[in-house]
């Protein structure tokens, strides 16, 4: 017996009964719910999409064979969208309905639960920046990156209008920077990479007294650590212009402080804790200094009392977002990624610091150990910079596109950069299967 | 009805915080391959074991309200049941990929995305949809930024957005982010758009009129139409707010209005899990005439698949590297909806990516958010034209027949899915207050302002005739509270009124600062 919800002919998820449906409509005096519309027959519509109804069964078994049609590969991928083994009880902890199923905490007295852990995302973010202050979350890297260029127009409007990113930046990132500044008197000029990394000399060339925002990458978009991240830090700071860094809770979690290196905002892919690959989506981190308090965008939760003098938590500082300040809000966020940052943060706290550094760690290890074994191949170069490597890396090749493909077709998926240059992302989920992978790249140029 | 919400900890606070109960300091530096000047001199963060974790997150879980533990009626939200089997099918590992693939290993989801954009532009009554916005607002200003390009690229000189003062906040926001100047409308006498209102704000200036329809007190826009015409005649272009969708799924489609854009709220109308605050995810449709411009790349079938000679005959299709023959301009008006919408996708359908000709560009740094497209994919697949016809119905019977209970006023009608009831002299962020301890979710409060005191209330097609009867003796019980009772509620929820004031005025915003304001207290006590 499957309950009303087997029947045909209704939404599956509304409960009524044929009696209920009687009563309501006549306590309402209408003799259906068509009555209760009030919609112009000019712009009426019948209701005919050509979907049929389906029972859940079905659907799910749709859905399989839909995704089955995805080949199985190892995925060596990463340049911004990376996943780390998510243990299981995060899956558990994060899918219990009252976190899933809830929304905003505007009525925070009965939904101290959601705050509280949004509380401890936004300490964990704290501690891995450096910075006194996280939101509790933008879309992804790429909202977060073109929020803080906004954000540097907010709070030094007077001192400039560019600003200056790598040259070598991820196309989601650069694409949803130039959309989100449209709008402002931002222009965004580029600054180009010597060997993988920032070229200080052009950088410094690059910023002047019109800079308003220095935007660096740590790892960078192909795995580089920046070697001198304060120097970067030091030439905006002489220009009066914003530092932002942008990296992962990872990676920060080994990597120089950026508070320590003169960072003004930190932003990043957060989703690198917590989230399985899921075809990019993602989970913004935004952190800043105590400074631009009441520029940030997005939603914050702050520590309170209740009536009863206990600490209690809520969303804080709202009169900086859309729904009160309208077109004077810091910013047009309304939902953002919760859920995710509440994941992360389990992430987080199940690896506990031992944890976390032991997996930076292996990111900087198991890129090195790979490359090195690649590179040891006859035509193969990896990597193809001098730096120190997090997760990923350049691989030099003489027909790129063709060994990837030849890869593809052993099970391997990689990037291709360009002619000659793949590159290879190593983490713990792919690791096992590195050997593997020279294997087939040495059966491939061979 | 009975309800006490679960209260862990002491007189001093709930359950303690992560960084209360384990907190370690380490040099992360010590040991690593990478040189001392690379790396951090320190991180203290909380690690706890798995059933300490557990522990912790199962408490706080159950300090927390949810759709699945009762009645969550905020107005605007669409806080529907979530079902179970949309989390099941997005938790498909064969689903869990990386964005970069090759397009020809990734088969499956680029099926899915096509199957979800024609699903939308059919729902719609839309010519193309990209699947990229991640939220409603990003929806938004993906629509917004397609308007300007469309604007630039046609030589139009607009500077205006036009926006009724009964909008959603993220409308004026979004307006502002894109560059334009927000011109408020004031609502009519009738709570809907005021025509001759309109007709003098409309100008050669005017870039788009952004429309929420049913509106944000749930009244159809009977002058749709005229609208429509007042804004394509100066040139600008009709935005739909698709938040409140559910009131017209199967009866009326934005593109039959008039409308050229809008967006799509999943998360409400789709019923995906909202996550205690997203992700949701925020499609955007089109007419024909702004397809080459949406965000890069969409998905089509694979054009040697569908089409021998490399020409598509549907213009929303068209790419970069197509001939061109974009509209010329102008107004939009008449456009053709017959969208030759296929349910079912045969399994050897080849799908590609591309780019379309003028493309704005991106609007996140992939293609959006994934596990909440799979579950909105999987909803109207399963409640197909029957279900979804149904799930306006009963969203519709639902808010009227929960109104008809209320001892408060509902000023403006017919409503659709949801209605603002004001609650008159009395405070209606009090009278909030006061409905928590009844075991539900309070409205929407104070918004939107043509409502004095306010309380938006939109309960879906989930709840049942007891259900909404629970929800009005909340409401009916609150109001008719003293306010020397409203102020001392809630008494039965985790916490107790929460102090606003003090939160904003003394920001404590990470467990560090809370040490800083201990060890601060601590000093001068023992001064």
Request: charged share 25%; glycine share 8%; aromatic share 6%.
């Amino acid at each position: 017996m499957s309950g009303r919800s087997a029947g045909t002919g209704g939404s599956p998820f509304a409960p009524h009964t044929a009696d209920e449906t009687a009563a309501m409509l006549d306590a309402l005096g209408v003799d259906d719910e068509a009555e209760l519309f009030d919609i112009p027959e000019a712009v009426a519509f019948d209701g005919e999409f050509g979907i049929p109804q389906r029972d859940e069964r079905t659907v799910r078994a749709d859905l399989r064979d839909t995704f089955a049609r995805n080949d199985d590969l190892t995925e060596f991928l990463g340049r911004g969208h990376y996943s780390h083994y998510v243990p299981a009880v995060v899956d558990d902890l994060s899918s219990r309905s009252e976190f899933l199923t809830s929304y905003t905490q505007y009525q925070p007295e009965i939904t101290q639960g959601f705050l509280q852990a949004l509380f401890e995302y936004q300490s964990i973010l704290v501690e891995l920046t450096g910075l006194s202050i996280a939101n509790c979350s933008m879309y992804d890297a790429a909202a977060a990156l073109a929020e803080a260029a906004l954000l540097s127009d907010r709070v030094r409007s007077t001192s400039g209008s560019t600003v200056l990113v790598p040259e070598d930046l991820r196309d989601g990132k650069r694409g949803t920077l130039d959309n989100y500044v449209d709008g402002s008197d931002l222009t965004v000029e580029t600054y180009p990479y010597a060997d993988n990394t920032a070229d200080l000399d052009a950088l410094a060339d690059a910023v002047d007294e019109d800079t308003t925002f220095v935007y660096a990458e740590t790892p960078t978009v192909t795995g580089a650590i920046e070697p001198d991240l304060a120097a970067i830090g030091d030439l905006a700071d002489e220009h009066d212009a914003l530092f932002c860094v942008g990296s992962d809770p990872v990676a920060l979690s080994l990597l120089e402080e950026p508070a320590s290196v003169g960072a003004d905002v930190v932003v990043g892919e957060a989703g690198a804790l917590g989230l399985p690959a899921s075809y990019g989506m993602g989970l913004g981190l935004f952190a800043c200094s105590e400074e631009f308090l009441r520029q940030v965008p997005g939603r914050l939760v702050g520590k309170s009392e209740d009536a009863d003098d206990r600490r209690a938590f809520t969303l804080t500082l709202q009169t900086r977002e859309q729904h009160i300040r309208k077109e004077r809000a810091t910013s047009n966020i309304c939902t953002n990624q919760a859920w995710v940052a509440l994941r992360a943060a389990m992430h987080a706290a199940y690896l506990g610091p031992d944890g976390l550094v032991g997996l930076a760690e292996d990111c900087v290890r198991d890129a090195a150990s790979v490359a090195a074994s690649l590179d040891a191949l006859d035509g193969v170069e990896a990597p193809l910079d001098d730096r120190h490597h997090f997760r990923e890396f350049t691989v030099g090749v003489d027909d790129a596109p063709g060994v990837a493909a030849g890869l593809e077709e052993r099970g391997f998926a990689v990037h291709v950069l360009d002619d000659e240059t793949l590159q290879v992302c190593v983490t713990d989920l792919n690791v096992d299967a590195a050997d593997d992978l020279v294997a087939a790249v040495a059966e491939v140029t061979a | 009805m009975n309800y006490d919400q679960a209260r862990y900890g002491d007189d001093e606070r709930n359950e303690p915080l992560l960084s209360e109960k384990d907190s370690t300091a380490l040099d992360p530096g010590e040991g690593s391959a990478l040189p001392d000047d690379l790396t951090r001199d320190s991180l203290e963060l909380p690690g706890l074991s798995e059933p300490e974790l557990a522990r912790h997150y199962t408490r706080l879980s159950q300090m927390n309200w949810s759709v699945e533990a009762g009645p969550y009626p905020l107005g605007s939200c669409t806080m529907k049941y979530n079902p179970s089997f949309a989390d099941a099918v997005a938790a498909d590992p064969n689903a869990a990929v990386h964005p970069d693939r090759d397009p020809e290993t990734v088969q499956g989801n680029l099926e899915l995305l096509h199957g979800l954009q024609e699903y939308l532009a059919t729902i719609g009554g839309m010519d193309a949809v990209t699947l990229q916005p991640p939220a409603g607002a990003a929806g938004e200003f993906t629509g917004i930024a397609v308007a300007k390009a469309y604007h630039e690229h046609h030589g139009n000189d607009k500077s205006e957005v036009i926006i009724p003062a009964s909008a959603h906040g993220t409308n004026f926001a979004t307006a502002a982010m894109a560059g334009y100047d927000v011109v408020e409308l004031p609502s009519g006498e009738d709570g809907r758009v005021d025509v001759e209102a309109l007709e003098a704000a409309v100008s050669e200036d005017t870039a788009a009129l952004m429309l929420t329809n049913p509106n944000t007190v749930g009244l159809f826009e009977r002058d749709i139409t005229e609208i429509a015409d007042m804004v394509h005649d100066a040139g600008g272009l009709l935005y739909y707010d698709g938040a409140n969708l559910n009131a017209l799924l199967g009866r009326a489609r934005p593109g039959d209005m008039g409308f050229d854009i809008m967006h799509y709220n999943v998360h409400k109308t789709f019923a995906t899990p909202h996550g205690g605050g997203g992700p949701g995810a925020g499609p955007v449709g089109v007419v024909d005439e702004l397809a080459p411009f949406l965000p890069r790349p969409r998905v089509r079938e694979a054009r040697s698949a569908s089409n021998g000679d490399g020409e598509r005959s549907d213009p929303s299709e068209r790419d970069a590297d197509d001939t061109a023959t974009a509209a010329d301009g102008g107004a939009l008006t008449g456009h053709d909806h017959d969208h030759g919408h296929t349910d079912d996708a045969a399994q050897d359908d080849e799908y590609e990516l591309f780019d379309p000709e003028h493309s704005i560009g991106k609007v996140h740094g992939f293609s959006g958010n994934w596990l909440v497209l799979i579950r909105a994919y999987a909803y109207i697949r399963r409640l197909g034209d029957e279900g979804l016809l149904d799930a306006s119905a009963k969203a519709t019977l639902n808010a009227n027949y929960l109104a008809s209970l209320l001892d408060m006023e509902v000023p403006y009608g017919p409503f659709h899915h949801e209605f603002a009831a004001t609650a008159g002299d009395r405070d209606a962020a009090d009278v909030a207050k006061g409905m928590l301890d009844y075991g539900v979710h309070p409205p929407t409060t104070k918004w939107p302002e043509m409502v004095p005191e306010a309380m938006l209330t939109e309960p879906t097609e989930v709840e049942n005739k007891r259900s909404l009867e629970d929800l009005a003796n909340a409401f009916n019980e609150a109001v008719a509270d003293t306010d020397e009772e409203l102020h001392a509620a809630p008494t039965k929820t985790t916490a107790r009124r929460v102090d606003q004031t003090s939160a904003a005025r003394n920001p404590r915003l990470s467990w560090h600062a809370l040490g800083e304001a201990q060890r601060a207290s601590e000093n001068a006590s023992g001064e």
